[in-house]
């Protein structure tokens, strides 16, 4: 995918105007069409505002730009363009990130990463109340053992509290929209 595709798809996604996005970014319209064209492009800081005007997660569309052999993930994709793209994937990984994948995967938390990966793929697949439902209930339910000193391990990875409660708020603000995703902030 090209930076233009990116952009325009995106747009199109989110049903807002090349007008709209001229008038919100303070470019002309013409410099709209030129970067959905591929005739110019935008700096790395009009990219990202472009994504948070639109309200939507830059990462899938930007992911592609980088990594054009990854074109998403489906059922379908033999397995080497997976382990491509998850071998880049955790290149660009945040410290805080490999770490919480590494104890899903290794930690002494009692569950079978093969299961608590199929509860995440089935959390993903459902509508966005659910999951800001799931994630309400998710949060209480950490903050109440932890409140009691009923952790599996207080001593080992913990989530990222403020980034959980972050994202259900972002996450309510786009089911009140109808929209099927969100971007944060901080990420």
């Known amino acids: ?3 233009c595709e990116a952009l325009r798809e995106s747009r199109n996604l989110s049903g ?12 002309a319209r ?5 970067w959905e064209k591929g005739v110019s492009e935008p700096s790395l800081g009009q ?6 005007l639109l309200d939507i997660n830059p990462l899938p569309y930007l992911f592609q730009v980088v990594y054009p052999d990854m074109d998403g ?9 997976i382990r491509k793209g998850l071998d880049n994937l955790l290149l660009s990984m945040p410290d805080e990130g ?15 990463p093969r299961a608590v990966l199929n509860m995440l793929t089935a959390h993903l697949q459902t509508p966005m109340g659910a999951r800001v439902s799931h994630g309400n209930v998710i949060l ?9 000193g009923r952790l599996t391990d207080e001593n080992h990875i913990q989530p990222n509290v403020e980034l959980l409660k972050a994202a259900i708020a972002k996450g ?16």
């Open 47 to 52: 990219a990202i505002e472009w994504f948070k």
């Open 16 to 27: 807002k105007s090349q007008e709209y996005m001229s008038m919100e970014l303070g470019i």
């Open 73 to 81: 993930i489906s059922s379908k994709d033999d397995i080497a363009t």
């Open 98 to 112: 490999i770490r919480q994948l590494m104890y899903l995967f290794y930690g002494d938390h009692g569950s079978s």
């Open 30 to 34: 013409k410099t709209v069409q030129n």
């Open 1 to 3: 995918m090209e930076i």
């Open 140 to 148: 209480k339910n950490y903050e109440m053992a932890r409140k009691k």
């Open 172 to 187: 309510e603000e786009a089911e009140v929209k109808d929209a099927s995703a969100y971007v944060l902030d901080k990420l």
